[in-house]
């Protein structure tokens, strides 16, 4: 049985937040994991997570993340407090999500994001210059 190091899988979650790709956020994520947050539909496996974050990252190219704060409640879970931030509609717009993270050897097995979704969905309602660009990330899916 693998033991994860929540310390080590904390710094690999933020490093790869501080400059997302899709490819690096899948890394970090079991096969067969599960992906839910206000405003989605649950994203399941490789494929899923990956079609949400190529819609997240078209739809705010400049994403950016930063751990702000995280605790252990043992071997397999971790609180995850994250500042998202970037670009929609030019101008700034920045969330703050505190994600519920199960690790199965060492990887996401599930992650629940829990924000203010009408919060952020205000936000893109405001800037009406991002909507053809949140559009078509929507129908690039």
């Known amino acids: 049985m693998y033991q994860t ?5 904390v710094r690999r979650f933020a490093d790869a937040w501080a400059a997302p790709t899709v490819e690096g956020l899948v890394a970090l ?14 994203a399941r496996g490789h494929d899923g997570l990956s ?6 990252l078209q739809t705010i190219p400049d994403l950016r993340g930063e ?18 931030s970037g670009t929609f509609g030019r101008r700034p717009i920045e969330w ?10 060492g990887l996401i097995a599930e992650r629940v994001a829990n924000f203010d979704g009408l919060r952020l969905l ?6 009406p210059r991002g909507w053809p660009t949140w559009v ?3 129908l690039d899916r």
Not at 51 to 56: I, K, R, T, V
Request: negative net charge; proline residues 5%.
């Open 51 to 56: 079609n949400f974050l190529d819609e997240l």
């Open 122 to 127: 205000g936000a893109f309602a405001r800037r």
């Open 136 to 138: 078509r990330a929507k």
């Open 96 to 105: 703050v999500t505190v994600d519920k993270i199960v690790l199965r050897d």
């Open 29 to 42: 994520t079991q096969p067969d994991a599960t992906f839910s947050q206000p405003l989605s539909t649950t």
């Open 67 to 84: 751990v702000l704060t995280w605790a252990s409640t043992g071997e397999d879970t971790v609180f995850v407090e994250l500042k998202l």
């Open 5 to 9: 190091d929540t310390p080590t899988f």
